[in-house]
């Protein structure tokens, strides 16, 4: 059908002209409403679609790999707790006195002379043996060694206040005592005896402070703590190279300096 534009008559579509007013009739373009033509939808009619943004799907959680993330959170949150109870723990045991001090001993000068006489003749002797008990060799160590107390930096205060030994099977201990601000420490260094052959020789088997131990290379880096001691019993420590055997049990050290005869055997 072909609509007029001047009066909306409808004509055949084999028409030129208007059927009512003799108008000119214009071919409809195909998709192009006619003017004056209803613009009305027709019922139930729906909307062309909306253009919908594709949305990214989301991976699946590993919830194993979210726990053990859990787990390495908590782990980092406590391992600073952690360290600062080990570190205060061993603070307390350095705190701690040795398990066995012996009793301070009264400096006798004619009781240490005479064990130093019976020591060096013993030494010179083919076949010298000397022993002492563990009080005897403390009087020698508190009448020989008398140390200056060294200057620490931190406003910290230090006094010597002696060493001393405690015997035990197969070795000793070696401790110096010193206070630190009138608090008293204790460093220990274990020894036990070394049969060379020709001579005794010694070595160290641990260190303790207070109550820690104290692993071997850190034993060795803590040795010039006890210099000042060893060097105070220089003479004494040069007689002890001479021997040939010793022998350390609770009770004594047995120092032997045996002849040719019982050296060859």
Same mark, same amino acid.
């Given at each position: 059908?072909?609509?007029?534009e001047a009066c909306?008559t409808?004509?055949?579509?084999?028409?030129?002209?208007?059927?009512?007013? /003799?108008q000119?009739?214009?071919?409809?373009?195909?998709g *192009?409403?006619?003017?004056?033509?209803?613009?009305?939808?027709?019922? /139930?009619a729906?909307?062309?679609?909306?253009?919908?943004?594709?949305?990214?799907?989301?991976a699946?959680?590993?919830?194993?790999?979210?726990?053990?993330s859990?787990?390495?959170?908590?782990?980092?949150?406590l391992?600073?707790l952690?360290?600062?109870a080990?570190i #205060? +723990?061993?603070?307390?045991?350095?705190?701690?006195?040795?398990?066995?001090?012996?009793?301070?001993?009264?400096?006798?000068?004619e009781?240490?002379?005479?064990?130093?006489?019976?020591?060096?003749?013993?030494?010179?002797?083919?076949? #010298?043996?000397?022993?002492a008990?563990?009080?005897?060799?403390?009087?020698?160590?508190?009448?020989?060694v008398r140390?200056?107390?060294?200057?620490?930096? +931190?406003?910290?205060?230090?006094?010597?206040?002696?060493?001393?030994?405690?015997?035990?099977?197969? #070795?000793l201990?070696f401790?110096?005592?010193?206070?630190?601000?009138d608090y008293?420490?204790?460093?220990?260094?274990? *020894?036990?005896?070394?049969?060379?052959?020709?001579?005794v020789? *010694?070595?160290?088997?641990?260190?303790?402070?207070?109550?820690?131990?104290?692993?071997?290379?850190?034993?060795r880096?803590?040795?010039?703590?006890?210099?000042?001691?060893?060097?105070?019993?220089?003479?004494?420590?040069?007689?002890?190279?001479?021997?040939?055997?010793?022998?350390?049990?609770?009770?004594? *050290?047995?120092?032997?300096?045996? /002849?040719?005869?019982?050296s060859?055997?």
């Amino acid at each position: 059908m072909k609509i007029c534009e001047a009066c909306g008559t409808e004509n055949d579509d084999t028409r030129v002209f208007c059927l009512n007013c /003799g108008q000119r009739l214009v071919a409809p373009v195909s998709g *192009v409403m006619p003017r004056g033509a209803a613009s009305t939808s027709s019922a /139930g009619a729906s909307a062309p679609p909306l253009p919908v943004t594709p949305q990214k799907r989301k991976a699946p959680v590993n919830k194993l790999r979210q726990r053990s993330s859990g787990g390495r959170g908590l782990f980092t949150r406590l391992l600073p707790l952690v360290l600062l109870a080990g570190i #205060g +723990f061993a603070v307390y045991l350095i705190l701690q006195p040795p398990v066995e001090i012996p009793d301070s001993v009264a400096i006798d000068r004619e009781s240490t002379e005479h064990m130093v006489a019976f020591f060096q003749k013993a030494a010179a002797s083919p076949d #010298g043996v000397w022993s002492a008990d563990q009080r005897a060799i403390n009087q020698f160590l508190a009448a020989n060694v008398r140390l200056a107390s060294p200057a620490i930096p +931190f406003g910290l205060h230090s006094d010597f206040v002696r060493c001393f030994v405690t015997l035990h099977e197969g #070795g000793l201990d070696f401790v110096m005592q010193q206070k630190i601000n009138d608090y008293p420490l204790y460093f220990a260094l274990q *020894v036990e005896p070394m049969d060379g052959g020709s001579s005794v020789g *010694v070595r160290i088997a641990g260190a303790r402070l207070g109550r820690l131990p104290v692993p071997d290379f850190l034993a060795r880096l803590l040795l010039p703590l006890w210099e000042p001691c060893f060097d105070s019993l220089q003479n004494s420590l040069a007689l002890l190279r001479t021997g040939r055997s010793v022998s350390i049990t609770p009770k004594k *050290v047995v120092m032997r300096w045996p /002849g040719k005869g019982d050296s060859a055997r």
